[in-house]
Structure formats: structure tokens, C-alpha cells
């Protein structure tokens, strides 16, 4: 599907460009974004291209990715962008000779499933992975930003979790290798910085959503996909885990203040829409009379019997503390049903 195209994506877009930051600082950049086909990173290219048309800013964006033909079906009019496709693997060597000013390094595999199955392929896009995109940063003396994960604080028991809060986590349960990865990563990025005074920056992202997010097990994923297919949303426990969604403008508009805003002192922050916590089985009633509006009668049913728990995190839900993302003047603007009903309007045309 052409997402791109899209009268709610590009109204999305044009949210996101009504940001409070400098967007001129990217005027004629080169951008790399890896893992070009996750959502994030989808909207991230899409809304250079929509600056590109409506700011002129000359930004050039090379996206890298295993599956160009994935890509090309977001957006078939490649060739009439200032865009180019690296098809690859990110644990690949990178070989690009063209002088990069800014990465953002959004490959990664977050579904549950996955962190259990192909725990080393996890392991691996995140900690080999970001060595190829450090030296390729080290290279070009780029500013290099990372997608990271909420997870990383693990089973912290403090009431909300501030960037500086320890990280528990248990080196004996595979599921954990995904944010000991992401750790990894991050640890890897400071090294650099320390060493080589790379300029870096790290968001630590939770439950983004919005079009263009992959059926990949996860929860409002999966019960958006429910609604696409025309199931019921079947529910495999009490539905009583608790969650805080963030709306995919409110997650590339706070990326975009950090990566412009940040200092060397703070260069990580929390990304999260902590306004609206909702249970699981709340977010499944609510998302049932939102896909009413497009003549679905979804019901949301239990079944206890079956679990489909595998690869999902065990942890207690801890609000996470943005007050340092919101001292760069960001604030989350998009409320979770407003949210629900953009992603099922470009799934569901009426």
C-alpha cells in the first residue's frame, strides 16, 4: 500500500512538521535511516520527503533495509525522491562512500516471538549491527541517534523510571535478550562517544503504533490486525497487563526534538505517552467500537486456555519519567483513540 499518499498520513506528516525545531539544520543533509521498512523509520523518511516538498530543505535520505521491494510498495515513486535504497543486512559490512551527516539507527526486531526463536538474530542486528553504524558515523563524523526500548530498565521496582535508573534485567532468561541487547547497543554508543567523541544521542521508546506498524505479535498490532482480517479479538489471560501507547507523530516529533535538541549531558531520553494508561483488555473494548465506525462488529472474547504469552515481557508496567524530553519543549499531542481511528482509516478505507 502507498502510505505515503495517504490523506491521514499526510496529515499526520504535516503535524509532525509543525514541530517547534530547527528543521533547517538538516538543509541539503545526507540521512542515512536503517531498518527502513519498521513503522518508526517509515515515517521518519516519509517526513523528510514531505519536508523536502513543502520546506525545501534538499535532504537527501538513503535508507537501508533487507527488502527494497517491501519498501517500494510504501512508496512507488522512488525515483522522483532525493532517495536511495542500500539493500542489505545491517550485521552487513556498510559500504557507502557518500559523505552521511546524520543516522538514525532504527534496525531492530521487537516482536515478542522473535526475542524467543531467533534470540542470537536479535542479539546480533543490535550489537553487531551498531558497531557497522558506529564506524560508519566514526567515518563520516555524523551524529548518530538510536532507537532504543523502555525495556532496558527491565524489572526496575522504582515508581517511574527516569533515564539514569538502573537496569534490571536476568542474563539467564532468553527473552531478556532483547533489551540486554539494546543495553549492549547503547553501551557500545557511549564507548564511542567517550573515545572517538562521536556525537550520539538514544531514545528509549514505548509502545509506538500507528500506520504502517508490522502484525508482528505485539499487542495493539496484533488486535489492529484482528480488526483488519474481520476477527474477533480473542483475549489469552485476564487482559489485566497494563500498557501506554504513543501515537507515531508524538514518537517522530520527540525523536526529532532530541536528535536537534540534545546536549552532552542529556543525550538520552524517555519517549512515552504516559497521559492515558489503559489495561489490555480496555484497549481491546476500545479498539472494537472504533472499528464500528467502519461497519466491523468485532467482539472481544477470552479464551484462558490457550496462551500466547511466548516472548512477551513479564514485567510490571513503570510509567516512564519524560520531564527531560519535555524541558526540549516536546509534549504528546494525540489521544489514544484519535490515534486508534487514524491507523484504521488507512487500513480500512471507508
Request: hydrophobic residues 40%; contains cysteine.
Amino acid at each position: 500500500m502507498n502510505y505515503y499518499d495517504n490523506s491521514v498520513v499526510f496529515n499526520d506528516l504535516k503535524e509532525i512538521a509543525k514541530s517547534n525545531v530547527n528543521f533547517q539544520k538538516f538543509r541539503n543533509a545526507t540521512v542515512l535511516i536503517t531498518g527502513i521498512n519498521g513503522m518508526l523509520a517509515t515515517y521518519l523518511a516519509y517526513s523528510l520527503f514531505y519536508l523536502n516538498d513543502h520546506e525545501n530543505l534538499g535532504v537527501r535520505v538513503i535508507g537501508l533495509g533487507r527488502n527494497k521491494k517491501e519498501f517500494t510498495k510504501k512508496l512507488p515513486n522512488l525515483e522522483t525522491l532525493n532517495f536511495e535504497f542500500v539493500e542489505q543486512d545491517v550485521t552487513d559490512r556498510i559500504n557507502i562512500e557518500e559523505k552521511i551527516d546524520y543516522i538514525f539507527h532504527a534496525a531492530t526486531n521487537a516482536s515478542p516471538e522473535s526475542m524467543v526463536k531467533q534470540p542470537v538474530e536479535i542479539s546480533l542486528t543490535n550489537t553487531l549491527g551498531t558497531y557497522n553504524v558506529a564506524e560508519l558515523a566514526k567515518k563520516n563524523d555524523a551524529h548518530l541517534h538510536f532507537f532504543s526500548t523502555r525495556e532496558v530498565y527491565g524489572s526496575n521496582p522504582n515508581i517511574q523510571l527516569k533515564e539514569n535508573d538502573d537496569s534490571i534485567v536476568n542474563i539467564l532468561n532468553v527473552r531478556d535478550v532483547y533489551p540486554i541487547a539494546k543495553l549492549s547497543a547503547e553501551s557500545m554508543l557511549l564507548a564511542y562517544h567517550e573515545e572517538y567523541g562521536l556525537d550520539i544521542s538514544i531514545s528509549r521508546i514505548a509502545h509506538a503504533y500507528g500506520p504502517t506498524m508490522k502484525i508482528d505479535g505485539r499487542v495493539m498490532s496484533d488486535f489492529i490486525g484482528k480488526v483488519k482480517e474481520n476477527q474477533d479479538i480473542i483475549l489469552n489471560s485476564n487482559g489485566s497487563a497494563e500498557r501506554a501507547f504513543i501515537y507515531v507523530t508524538d514518537a517522530i516529533s520527540a525523536i526529532f526534538y532530541i536528535v536537534l535538541n540534545h546536549t552532552e549531558k542529556n543525550f538520552v531520553m524517555n519517549i512515552s505517552n504516559e497521559l492515558e494508561p489503559i489495561t489490555v483488555k480496555q484497549l481491546a473494548l476500545l479498539i472494537s467500537r472504533c472499528s464500528e465506525r467502519f461497519s466491523k462488529s468485532i467482539e472481544v472474547q477470552h479464551d484462558l486456555k490457550k496462551s500466547s504469552a511466548l516472548g512477551y515481557s513479564k514485567n510490571i508496567r513503570k510509567p516512564l519519567d519524560t520531564s527531560r524530553l519535555e524541558k526540549t519543549g516536546w509534549s504528546p499531542k494525540v489521544l489514544l483513540a484519535d490515534g486508534i481511528m487514524r491507523t484504521l482509516k488507512v487500513l480500512l478505507p471507508l
